[in-house]
């Protein structure tokens, strides 16, 4: 079965530089969410969109932001890149509104030098 | 106040017993999902099973169970026959507002490495 995928699966920037991560969702999920982990530490929700419309926020800094295109994939761009921007950046999806299991990429790795 | 407790942070279980990993919960909301996830070392995010708040019977998944106590808000993962591939960190998150709101973010908790011994 079709998963999440995510590309790049790593990615290494200096500080102060631009990132963009992308995420393919499970073919048919309409719902696309993006979390941060960093290193030993638990998953922490960035943003989701529905049906390509943001649906929640989390603690995202202003120097990202999110999309999710026609085609239901979505983007992480992030800017102005800090050392504490090293984790690794989870992708998931989901199906409708019951019972949403959110289904989760292989993440990308960042490391900001 | 803590929406997810993970007590544990280390377990160990020898090859083909059953362990058992604690999870509390917290929340006023009066519908809501409670999912357990694992995360090998080489870092992907598995999930591995679901209960909602109104499932009458506690969910199961092969060799894993959801120990769903409602009035405790305890909702432990039950592993049976462990393998030595069950070695990971295990998540327990949580998602609130079911009730057509639009909160659909999953809350974490802080993980319990789970090592099999053989």
């Known amino acids: 079965a079709a998963g999440v995928i995510q590309s790049p699966r790593h990615l290494i920037k200096e500080k102060r530089e631009t990132a963009t991560l992308k995420c393919y969702p499970i073919p048919r999920h309409d719902t696309v969410y993006w979390y941060q982990q960093g290193p030993g530490q638990d998953p922490q929700f960035l943003i989701s969109f529905y049906e390509k419309m943001q649906s929640d926020k989390g603690s995202i800094p202003d120097r990202f932001s999110a999309q999710q295109f026609s085609d239901y994939h979505s983007e992480l761009n992030m800017s102005s890149l800090e050392l504490g921007d090293s984790a690794l950046y989870f992708c998931a999806s989901s199906m409708g509104l019951l019972k949403n299991i959110q289904y989760f990429g292989a993440g990308t790795r960042l490391s900001v030098l | 106040a803590q929406k997810i407790t993970q007590t544990q942070p280390g377990m160990f279980v020898q090859e083909k017993e059953a362990v058992t990993l604690d999870c509390t919960y917290d929340t006023s909301d009066p519908s809501y999902g409670l999912f357990w996830y694992k995360q090998p070392s080489s870092g992907e995010m598995i999930f591995l099973i679901y209960?909602?708040?109104?499932?009458?019977q506690n969910a199961t998944e092969g060799r894993y169970s959801l120990n769903f106590q409602k009035a405790r808000k305890s909702a432990n993962l039950v592993i049976s026959a462990s393998q030595l591939g069950d070695s990971a960190m295990y998540f327990c998150a949580m998602r609130e507002g079911l009730s057509g709101g639009s909160n659909y973010k999953l809350t974490f908790g802080k993980g319990t490495l789970l090592t099999v011994n053989p």
């Open positions: 209960q909602g708040s109104y499932d009458q």
